[in-house]
């Protein structure tokens, strides 16, 4: 896939993640946490097709049990398809998890009764996302790295791609869900703590939305680190000993460090605009950042290009004496 339309892709998901996270401040009834999406609005929409009638309730079952199913029915494919493997199993547990939160998210009011009256809904509706998000991703886990243990250099290469075109789809998620809420979150204490005040709450908000920027710049700048290793990656698959593999892994080592200075200068002049503005914002957060995984993949860059460059080194070396 050209990264261009790669960009467009990524550009649609951040749209999504943020009307997601604007439909949970306009509805919360029908969007109280991310990781319960969208469970908690199947759940939701079962209840009301149930509550219309007998006809609807009939409907909601058997939407509800063949949803819940799924899982299964991919264990019996495969079964069909090649033999199983133990981590296979995980998607009957996946089918039975699948009944349990469904189930609590067509009947939240079983939710007290269950997790106790201390958990609110909201709460329990994450927690119930959790546990089926993680039997999912326990078994794509699994299976990914039974995958990678089978797999030949050229499949390496393709499954690295891969996983490099997902890494960038999580990072959006993670921009424009999680931290996009986490800003959302923090405008609505803003206001409650500052009941009265509100006309004097605009610089406050700015500050808040340069600190949703900063917290969120190391996580966005790994996008096009991430598409340099996989232009490396072509070219190695390609032919590693080439010019432009070498310039493709000094391009990468480049880019590594670019994004860890714009990280660093970012933290700095964002606390230093604070200071200047102090006694005008009515929240204030000092931030130190020592970003040491980006350091370690820097220098993991670095050396990667160095050795790239000496092993083409080397192989001219070689041919000359041929």
Do not use: W
């Not at 990072?171 to 009941?195: C, K, W, Y």
């Not at 480049?254 to 714009?262: E, S, T, Y």
């Not at 964002?270 to 995984?293: C, G, H």
């Amino acid at each position: 896939m050209k990264h261009k339309s790669f960009y467009i892709i990524l550009g649609c998901e951040a749209i999504i993640c943020i009307m997601l996270q604007l439909a949970r401040e306009a509805l919360p009834q029908f969007f109280s946490t991310v990781i319960a999406f969208p469970f908690e609005q199947i759940g939701i929409l079962l209840r009301i097709l149930s509550l219309s009638g007998s006809t609807g309730n009939f409907i909601s079952i058997v939407i509800y049990t063949s949803l819940c199913l799924i899982p299964v029915l991919v264990f019996f494919l495969l079964k069909k398809k090649r033999s199983l493997y133990p981590e296979d199993a995980l998607l009957a547990v996946f089918s039975a998890v699948l009944f349990a939160v469904l189930y609590f998210m067509i009947n939240p009011g079983l939710l007290g009764e269950y997790f106790g009256t201390g958990i609110g809904h909201s709460a329990g509706k994450a927690l119930l996302g959790g546990i089926a998000y993680s039997v999912l991703t326990g078994y794509i886990l699994i299976r990914v790295l039974r995958l990678f243990f089978s797999a030949d250099t050229n499949s390496l290469q393709k499954y690295l791609m891969i996983l490099l075109y997902i890494v960038n789809i999580f990072i959006v998620l993670f921009v424009f869900a999680v931290q996009f809420s986490n800003l959302l979150d923090s405008f609505e204490q803003l206001r409650a703590g500052n009941t009265g005040n509100e006309h004097r709450l605009g610089i406050s908000y700015v500050f808040l939305v340069f600190k949703y920027i900063v917290d969120a710049m190391p996580n966005f700048l790994i996008i096009p680190v991430v598409f340099s290793g996989q232009n490396l990656l072509h070219e190695l698959s390609a032919d590693r000993y080439s010019e432009q593999t070498v310039f493709c892994a000094e391009k990468l080592s480049r880019k590594c460090g670019l994004a860890l200075v714009i990280t660093a200068l970012s933290n700095v002049g964002y606390n230093l605009l604070q200071l200047v503005f102090i006694n005008k914002l009515s929240v204030a957060n000092s931030t130190v950042r020592i970003p040491v995984f980006s350091i370690v993949f820097l220098l993991a860059a670095l050396l990667f290009a160095q050795y790239i460059k000496e092993n083409k080194q080397l192989k001219e070396d070689n041919d000359m004496i041929i």
